[in-house]
């Protein structure tokens, strides 16, 4: 036989072995002695689940892959507002500076773009672009002030004997406020939209805030101390130009909040850029009477160093209330989650150990059946009644191990992971399903592999977290102020970091509802061996 015709055969066997690989995948089966190959698939919706909501005060939000800024009022969770405190630094080029004969600073500018898409086409032989943004939260406006901050933030914790990298936290806001030095300018009624920043005829920039701040104070921060040793190193640097502060404030009904890109080095605009003029004299020239030509300079600092988002919610005191009085020994009818500082869902499953032996009943069960694992799955409805619906309604939201502080196995075996952020990664945290009337009805957490490995691997079962997030993708830890502990056993200290840019919120039903139809239920599809 010929390689020609043997090459055929040889694919029709892999696609043979492939097919039957992609079966076994359906199931997951670990320790099973199924004789039967013909599989009855039952399903099993009785375990107990217990469900309940805790507010979480303080958490990181330092080491951010971005920052927020705005005045977002949620129609469920009313205002929430987000600051930031970022430390600057001078680009490498721009270390020791020299700024030349006769230097005259003719302005400085500060700009953070919106994250955006762009898109290019040529009309009459001109390139026109246009820009999309994306993470904005509302359509109204919101106020700026800027200030000094006089605030040191150091690198590491002296806790730690300075070994530790040192943390800040969301609420640390008065303690950056007492700290204010002087104000540098007001930005009022900013809206993030997608319209380009146009500088001239010529000349335009991808959306963003871009304000000119003080030339009296960088003429005296600055180009004033050319050759001192405040500008000799960046460690010296930021000890003598600690950062900037970004406050703030809206009466504007729904306001809005943004993600900012602002510590992308790459990109020569972001940050803040002072321009410059100078001159070279010749001998027995003075500033007053030179013939020389004008140069024109730049000197940009960079937000590489430490950035802080800061952060306060106002709850409406109906789910201040609803927080206060949760249960989390029964659970509760309604479970309230949000990102930002935020409000985290906790889920236990198999209820309780009644022997004391540290593996709950419901658990030990299931254990000693051995059953294979076809699917499982965590599916959350919308409490429509307290959600106003549409384009407010968080897309995504974000299941994780508590004890681990890290996402669950399923999330590792998600073929959809490679995908755009949006739907990145939803076979196992499925996005917001919503009804003919674009309004949500329900999430589906599916944890096939989680709840299997508790059947037959006897892993631990741990609380599990849920919170609204804006992308699944960034799968980073953020540590919380003080652990949170809602009961005897129980001990929170993370939660994911990017639930932490979302200003979002929504209203789930809990374990305990009247209406089956909608009550928080562990479904479990199985293979019972024989």
């Given at each position: 036989?010929?390689?020609?015709?043997?090459?055929?055969?040889?694919?029709?066997?892999?696609?043979?072995?492939?097919?039957?690989?992609?079966?076994?995948?359906?199931?997951?089966?670990?320790?099973?002695?199924?004789?039967?190959?013909?599989?009855?698939?039952?399903?099993?919706?009785?375990?107990?689940?217990?469900?309940?909501?805790?507010?979480?005060?303080?958490?990181?939000?330092?080491?951010?892959?971005?920052?927020?800024?705005?005045?977002?009022?949620?129609?469920?969770?009313?205002?929430?507002?987000?600051?930031?405190?970022?430390?600057?630094?001078?680009?490498?080029?721009?270390?020791?500076?020299?700024?030349?004969?006769?230097?005259?600073?003719?302005?400085?500018?500060?700009?953070?773009?919106?994250?955006?898409?762009?898109?290019?086409?040529?009309?009459?032989?001109?390139?026109?672009?246009?820009?999309?943004?994306?993470?904005?939260?509302?359509?109204?406006?919101?106020?700026?002030?800027?200030?000094?901050?006089?605030?040191?933030?150091?690198?590491?914790?002296?806790?730690?004997?300075?070994?530790?990298?040192?943390?800040?936290?969301?609420?640390?806001?008065?303690?950056?406020?007492?700290?204010?030095?002087?104000?540098l300018a007001t930005v009022t009624d900013f809206t993030p939209t997608s319209d380009a920043i146009v500088l001239n005829d010529s000349v335009s920039m991808a959306p963003g805030l871009r304000v000119n701040l003080p030339v009296e104070f960088f003429q005296?921060?600055?180009?004033?101390?050319?050759?001192?040793?405040?500008?000799?190193?960046?460690?010296?640097?930021?000890?003598?130009?600690?950062?900037?502060?970004?406050?703030?404030?809206?009466?504007?009904?729904?306001?809005?909040?943004?993600?900012?890109?602002?510590?992308?080095?790459?990109?020569?605009?972001?940050?803040?850029?002072?321009?410059?003029?100078?001159?070279?004299?010749?001998?027995?020239?003075?500033?007053?009477?030179?013939?020389?030509?004008?140069?024109?300079?730049?000197?940009?600092?960079?937000?590489?160093?430490?950035?802080?988002?800061?952060?306060?919610?106002?709850?409406?005191?109906?789910?201040?209330?609803?927080?206060?009085?949760?249960?989390?020994?029964?659970?509760?009818?309604?479970?309230?989650?949000?990102?930002?500082?935020?409000?985290?869902?906790?889920?236990?499953?198999?209820?309780?150990?009644?022997?004391?032996?540290?593996?709950?009943?419901?658990?030990?069960?299931?254990?000693?059946?051995?059953?294979?694992?076809?699917?499982?799955?965590?599916?959350?409805?919308?409490?429509?009644?307290?959600?106003?619906?549409?384009?407010?309604?968080?897309?995504?939201?974000?299941?994780?191990?508590?004890?681990?502080?890290?996402?669950?196995?399923?999330?590792?075996?998600?073929?959809?992971?490679?995908?755009?952020?949006?739907?990145?990664?939803?076979?196992?945290?499925?996005?917001?399903?919503?009804?003919?009337?674009?309004?949500?009805?329900?999430?589906?957490?599916?944890?096939?592999?989680?709840?299997?490995?508790?059947?037959?691997?006897?892993?631990?079962?741990?609380?599990?977290?849920?919170?609204?997030?804006?992308?699944?993708?960034?799968?980073?830890?953020?540590?919380?102020?003080?652990?949170?502990?809602?009961?005897?056993?129980?001990?929170?200290?993370?939660?994911?970091?990017?639930?932490?840019?979302?200003?979002?919120?929504?209203?789930?039903?809990?374990?305990?509802?009247?209406?089956?139809?909608?009550?928080?239920?562990?479904?479990i599809y199985y293979t019972e061996p024989e």
């Amino acid at each position: 036989m010929t390689n020609k015709h043997l090459l055929p055969r040889i694919a029709i066997v892999l696609l043979m072995i492939v097919a039957i690989a992609s079966c076994e995948e359906d199931f997951t089966t670990v320790n099973t002695n199924i004789v039967n190959e013909n599989f009855n698939r039952e399903v099993d919706t009785t375990r107990t689940v217990i469900a309940y909501s805790k507010a979480i005060n303080g958490v990181q939000t330092n080491n951010q892959t971005s920052y927020r800024m705005g005045v977002y009022t949620d129609p469920t969770y009313g205002k929430s507002e987000s600051g930031i405190l970022a430390q600057i630094l001078m680009g490498q080029d721009d270390i020791d500076p020299n700024f030349g004969s006769c230097v005259v600073l003719d302005s400085v500018v500060l700009y953070l773009p919106l994250f955006n898409t762009s898109t290019t086409e040529t009309i009459d032989e001109e390139e026109i672009v246009t820009y999309e943004v994306d993470s904005v939260f509302g359509n109204g406006s919101f106020d700026i002030n800027i200030y000094e901050s006089n605030y040191f933030l150091r690198p590491t914790d002296p806790d730690s004997n300075f070994e530790d990298p040192q943390l800040y936290y969301s609420n640390q806001g008065p303690e950056f406020e007492a700290n204010l030095g002087p104000l540098l300018a007001t930005v009022t009624d900013f809206t993030p939209t997608s319209d380009a920043i146009v500088l001239n005829d010529s000349v335009s920039m991808a959306p963003g805030l871009r304000v000119n701040l003080p030339v009296e104070f960088f003429q005296e921060k600055i180009i004033d101390m050319e050759g001192s040793s405040e500008l000799m190193n960046n460690n010296n640097f930021r000890e003598y130009f600690r950062g900037i502060y970004l406050q703030v404030s809206s009466n504007h009904p729904t306001g809005s909040m943004a993600l900012f890109d602002i510590a992308d080095t790459d990109d020569l605009d972001i940050g803040i850029k002072m321009y410059t003029s100078y001159v070279t004299l010749d001998e027995g020239e003075t500033c007053e009477n030179n013939t020389a030509e004008v140069v024109n300079d730049e000197t940009r600092f960079f937000f590489a160093g430490i950035s802080v988002n800061v952060l306060k919610n106002e709850y409406p005191p109906e789910i201040e209330s609803a927080l206060a009085n949760s249960d989390p020994v029964n659970g509760n009818s309604r479970l309230y989650t949000s990102g930002g500082e935020g409000i985290l869902t906790l889920i236990e499953l198999f209820g309780e150990d009644a022997d004391n032996n540290g593996v709950a009943d419901e658990l030990e069960d299931l254990r000693a059946k051995e059953w294979l694992i076809n699917e499982a799955n965590l599916v959350f409805y919308v409490d429509q009644n307290q959600v106003e619906g549409g384009a407010t309604e968080p897309e995504r939201i974000f299941i994780y191990d508590t004890r681990n502080n890290d996402v669950l196995i399923d999330y590792f075996n998600d073929f959809t992971q490679n995908n755009v952020a949006i739907d990145a990664i939803t076979q196992h945290m499925g996005r917001l399903e919503r009804g003919s009337d674009g309004n949500g009805d329900y999430y589906k957490m599916r944890i096939t592999s989680y709840v299997s490995e508790l059947i037959n691997r006897d892993s631990i079962n741990a609380p599990l977290g849920l919170m609204v997030t804006s992308n699944v993708v960034n799968i980073a830890f953020a540590e919380l102020e003080s652990p949170l502990v809602p009961k005897p056993g129980v001990t929170i200290e993370e939660v994911p970091a990017t639930c932490v840019l979302s200003p979002e919120g929504t209203v789930l039903f809990g374990n305990d509802v009247q209406d089956l139809s909608k009550r928080l239920k562990l479904e479990i599809y199985y293979t019972e061996p024989e």
